[in-house]
């Protein structure tokens, strides 16, 4: 299930939240905490009004939240929840045992969840913190913990499949944004329910994804747990992506059972390690396409040359490495312009460039590359067969087409450009980043009239490969059109 929890300020605005959330979760978190002065009148108000279950909480200030009034007035106020026939009331651990159990004995037809609440680090001690839940005797028992690091997430999951195995009721989630794999795959471990917000800028806390992701892209009521596949972007940072919306839409639209997550990565060799029993197949962003080589089996003859990897499909058990960024550079491009006798100037010595640039080798007449790093620039174009170049020595007159290969203008660097707008004239302007989707360099070639070829482009055609390799499926091109149109583009 899905429970949307709101930040309504008071019963009237909670009124018109609750109706926003009409089919979109099934219960509905009630933050009384978040009300000036709550009272008995606004949960009969709510109550009367309710377009799904509620779930009523008034988290005290050393739980998160914030009551300001003394305990024995908020715990008074949950007890009134209950006698007014609230559907689930939310009681902390912390608030004592001898309190928690008064709860649990109360004659009622609410269920008692007793929540555990870690804000500050992932507790080395779950067992513990679980026996101690599970003592209470409650209908349900919840474990929010924030999540110090990715195999986080790996210890919930095999604590919420103990406690499904012991039939015990469980809500597990991992805070944060490296926990944020918890909240769409616990309810496929076995959790009661998942928390969302209702958008982006109304989480009740760190790491809450909004109820329209949860329920529209990644199905976390039908993920079946019996041969689910998890696929899922490796990068860092990894919050602006939106290949996640994508693909989950693409394994949606195939009746796949599969999930495509974001990983927060900060070491990719011990991701890798701990993780690769648990991915079946990933895509590689910066600053890892290069780095991530040395962790998997075997490479493609392409990755091979190239030397980065922006996906990876796992293979009888081995992971095996592929470049998908050569192939979509060269079918964006060639949808705007052919390449033969075209002089090309690419900025950057990545992963992406190397790819690219690989791609372009032997189909242009003359490739340039130009890096902020001399060092690196001249070592890609030595090894490209490439001419090193710096901005000011380029003539600018005989150059066809610029590519933009490093993350100058991504979100939220918005208004930079990675060269100046004298540079644009008459050219083909290709930028690879999509978020925003048009780049400040973008904008200004346009207003230059030059013909441009954006980033979303590349990201809809390399994705295509991927989940090709992944499935085994031709991703249809059109279907792909409009899930970028409809959902990806904010």
Known sequence: MICCSLTSRGREEAAQDMQFVRGRADVIEIRLDYFEEPSSDDISYLLDRKPCALLFTCRSKAEGGRFSGSE???????????????????????????????????????????????????????????????????????????????????????????????????????????????????????????????????????????????????????????????????????????????????????????????????????????????????????????????????????????????????????????????????????????LQGKKVVLLGAGGTARAIGYALVGKVSELMIVNRSADKGEELAKELGAVHAFLSSIDWKSVDILINATSVGMSPRIHDMPIDRKYLDRLIVFDVIYNPLVTKLLHEAERMRCKTVSGLSLFVAQAAHQFTLWTGKKADPLFMEDCVLQYMVE
């Open 72 to 338: 024995k007035e908020r715990i008074a106020l949950l007890k009134e929840c209950i006698s007014l026939g609230a559907d689930y009331v939310d009681i902390e651990w912390s608030s004592g045992a001898s309190e928690v159990s008064s709860f649990v004995k109360m004659e009622k037809s609410t269920k008692i969840i007793v929540s555990s609440h870690h804000f500050e680090q992932f507790p080395s001690d779950l067992d513990s913190v679980y026996a101690s839940l599970k003592s209470s005797k409650a209908d349900i028992i919840k474990i929010a913990s924030m999540a110090d690091s990715l195999s986080d997430n790996l210890v919930l999951f095999d604590l919420l499949k103990r406690a499904k195995k012991e039939s015990v009721s469980m809500i597990g989630i991992a805070m944060g944004e490296k926990g944020e794999i918890s909240r769409v795959l616990n309810v496929a471990y076995g959790s009661y329910l998942t928390y969302g917000s209702l958008a982006r800028g109304k989480e009740t806390a760190p790491g809450q994804i909004p109820i329209e992701h949860l329920k529209k892209a990644y199905r976390v009521s039908s993920l079946k747990p019996e041969g689910l596949k998890v696929y899922g972007l490796v990068g860092n940072p990894v919050s602006k992506s939106r290949g996640f919306l994508l693909h989950n839409l693409l394994f949606k639209e195939e009746g796949i059972n599969a999930v495509y997550l974001n990983f927060l990565v900060d070491d990719i060799d011990a991701f890798v390690s701990d993780f690769r029993d648990f991915f079946d197949g990933l895509s590689v962003t910066m600053p890892f396409k290069s780095s991530i080589v040395s962790s998997l089996d075997e490479l493609d003859p392409l990755a091979q040359k190239i030397g980065a990897v922006n996906t990876v499909v796992k293979k009888k058990g081995k992971l095996v490495g592929y470049n998908t960024d050569a192939q979509g550079a060269l079918d964006a491009l060639l949808e705007k312009t052919s």
